[in-house]
């Protein structure tokens, strides 16, 4: 059983950043998709940035590239940069997780199994 806990948001203004991170606990040596996904009122969640916790192959959501940057540590803890905050980018924030199954990570939030509590990102003009 993986136990993800987020945390890093809050509000900032336009142009702000922020770092956002992802404890990981309960993990096995398996190989993970690590995700961060977001869901505003009214909005289905959306995932922004993938990871496999193998090779560290990144996926960027076309909205987020230049802007947001996906890592992860050696303890499989994962982290998202954001830079140059907009409006647009205010949600909850959510870490997820599957076991990896092929070669790639995706972005469809239906298809990871594991999910943290959620962190607010709030970016005012």
């Known amino acids: 059983q993986v136990q993800l806990v987020e945390s890093g948001g809050g509000s900032v203004q336009t142009g702000g950043s922020l770092r956002l991170s992802c404890a990981v606990s309960?993990?096995?040596?398996?190989?993970?998709?690590m995700g961060w996904f977001r869901q505003a009122p009214g909005k289905e969640r959306e995932g922004v940035a993938v990871?496999?916790?193998?090779?560290?192959?990144t996926t960027y959501a076309d909205s987020v590239k230049g802007r947001f940057t996906i890592s992860k540590d050696s303890a499989k803890n994962t982290y998202l940069q954001i830079d140059n905050l907009k409006p647009e980018d205010t949600a909850m924030y959510y870490c997820?997780?599957?076991?990896?199954?092929?070669?790639?990570?995706?972005?469809?939030?239906?298809?990871?199994?594991?999910w943290g509590q959620g962190t607010q990102v709030t970016v005012s003009s």
């Open positions: 997820g997780a599957v076991l990896l199954r092929g070669n790639n990570c995706y972005l469809n939030a239906e298809n990871y199994r594991y």
């Open positions: 309960g993990y096995t040596y398996f190989r993970y998709c």
């Open positions: 990871i496999d916790s193998g090779d560290a192959t």
